[in-house]
Structure formats: C-alpha cells, structure tokens
C-alpha cells in the first residue's frame, strides 16, 4: 500500500454549473503531457463520485505533494465568466467531499486534509479547505 500522509482538495477551475466528466478531465490532463487523469476522485455538481487513477497509484496533481497524497477534485471553482475563482461547491458536492474525506481519513488516519492552494500560489480549491475540514478526525 502507498504510503499516505495528505489528502489534498482541488477544484477542476471550470465555469460554475457545467458539468465535465472524469473522462474530459483525462483528455485535458493527457494534453498536458500525463499518463492519466491527474486526482483519484472527482466530485460532481450532483454529488456523485467518478475515480482518476486508483489510489494505490501516484496521482499527478500537487507539484512536490503527489508521492504520499490522493486528489480529489470538485467539478467547478470558476465563476461563469472564468474569471474569478470562486467556491461553486453545491451542497451535494459539500456533502459527498465530507464522506470522502471521511472515509479517506478512516483508511489512512495519519493523512491530514490540505487544499491545494497550500502547496501552491494557485487559489485552487476556491476555499480554505485546511480550515473547513479540519474537524473531520479518524472516528467520524
Ligand atoms: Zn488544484
């Protein structure tokens, strides 16, 4: 088992209420030169999950943070314009990252829950989600 030690949220930076599937992200992140989609979960509008890569597999979403963490990703982040980044999360989507993280948390209770906005100068996830999940604890 690949060693996890952060869990880290992004947002997909698309325009608010559009829906984009695992698939589209995979030709997107492909473009870019990986092997696969870059996050191990995708949230969408609806609160229905969509797995990237498998877990036990090195996800390719956080620059220097990839090695120990899983990516989840909410579809959204953009305002519908594109240009604000802004929290789109819907309350099925706030939902369904609190059972995931959770559930992640159970799996791999060392593992503590980052944005990716704390690795990197990008404001991705569009929210403080070190703040607003660090409630979540290992018997949840
Ligand atoms: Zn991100």
């Not at 498998?54 to 519908?80: E, F, P, T, W």
């Not at 819907?90 to 503590?112: C, I, W, Y």
Request: hydrophobic share 30%; aromatic share 10%.
């Amino acid at each position: 088992m690949r060693h996890i030690d952060k869990i880290i949220v992004h947002c997909s930076a698309t325009p608010e209420g559009k829906h984009f599937s695992a698939e589209t992200i995979t030709s997107w992140h492909r473009k870019r030169g990986f092997s696969d989609i870059g996050y191990h979960f995708i949230i969408h509008l609806d609160g229905s999950f969509e797995y990237g890569r498998m877990v036990d597999v090195q996800g390719a979403h956080c620059r220097g943070q990839n090695k120990s963490s899983i990516g989840l990703c909410y579809i959204g982040g953009m305002n519908d314009t594109m240009e604000e980044w802004v929290d789109t999360r819907t309350d099925k989507q706030k939902d369904s990252l609190v059972e995931l993280l959770s559930l992640l948390k159970k799996f791999h209770p060392k593992a503590e829950i980052f944005g990716h906005r704390d690795f990197s100068d990008k404001p991705c996830p569009s929210f403080n989600a070190r703040e607003e999940y660090k409630y979540i604890c290992n018997d949840l």
